[in-house]
């Protein structure tokens, strides 16, 4: 099993430009995430998925949008990029808990994304 | 908002030290897990801890939850250069939804060989 994959590695982009990354995950896990890191701040959740076709907002979600069209992907697309979504973005993936209170989650390896 | 707060963030010791890292918030919850990352990758789950109290032990690493499950400790005997990464805490909240699991800003380490 590969686990949770996170394409590209690395992407520069020049302000508004716009970009898509995708994750895709082999363990048929029904939750998948996207977090952004920046130095001192550990991990923003930016929008998750509980299901196909089914996409909500997590703590910072401006200026990103999602998609979940099958249950192995979930894909984080910028419109239109600027120099403060520079970060290092990584998906995530977990099943619920027993009582959902709590969920272990599986992470990429991330995308280090700079926004000139 | 509830917040994680981890102590200290940069810790740098000699190589067979022992050290604790700290997780605290106001919030109660009912689970509080920690990962460790390394450069250039992404966090990796070492222990999760759902009872007041509890005490896990992986290999040289001691986890607590404290007894209120609002804080929570990382303790490492004998640190090896091995240990070396980024420790996050994450806490959860009982039926809460996937959004509602906090991160710590996390406790950068460096073991000095």
């Known amino acids: 099993n590969a686990g949770v994959t996170q394409t590209p590695k690395f992407r520069v982009l020049k302000t508004g430009q716009s970009m898509t990354l995708l994750c895709a995950q082999d363990?048929?896990?029904?939750?998948m995430y996207w977090y952004r890191q920046d130095p001192g701040m550990g991990l923003r959740l930016i929008h998750y998925s509980v299901g196909e076709g089914t996409t909500a907002k997590g703590e910072v979600p401006d200026g990103y949008n999602v998609s979940r069209l099958k249950k192995q992907n979930f894909l984080l697309g910028l419109e239109s990029a600027a120099p403060s979504q520079t970060s290092v973005y990584f998906c995530?993936?977990?099943?619920?808990?027993?009582?959902?209170?709590?969920?272990?989650?599986?992470f990429g390896p991330g995308t280090r994304l700079t926004v000139l | 908002t509830q917040l994680l707060e981890q102590s200290p963030q940069f810790l740098s010791i000699q190589e067979g030290e022992n050290l604790t890292v700290y997780c605290n918030s106001s919030?109660?919850?009912?689970?509080l897990q920690w990962y460790r990352q390394e450069p250039g990758e992404g966090p990796v789950l070492l222990v999760t801890v759902v009872t007041g109290g509890e005490v896990k032990k992986l290999k040289r690493l001691t986890f607590q939850f404290g007894d209120a499950r609002k804080d929570s400790s990382l303790h490492i005997t004998a640190a090896q250069p091995g240990d070396t990464g980024l420790y996050l805490c994450a806490g959860a909240r009982r039926y809460s939804s996937a959004s509602k699991i906090i991160f710590g800003s996390g406790t950068r380490l460096s073991i000095r060989p």
């Open positions: 995530a993936s977990s099943i619920p808990g027993p009582t959902r209170s709590y969920n272990e989650q599986f």
């Open positions: 919030s109660v919850f009912s689970s």
């Open positions: 363990m048929n896990h029904e939750y």
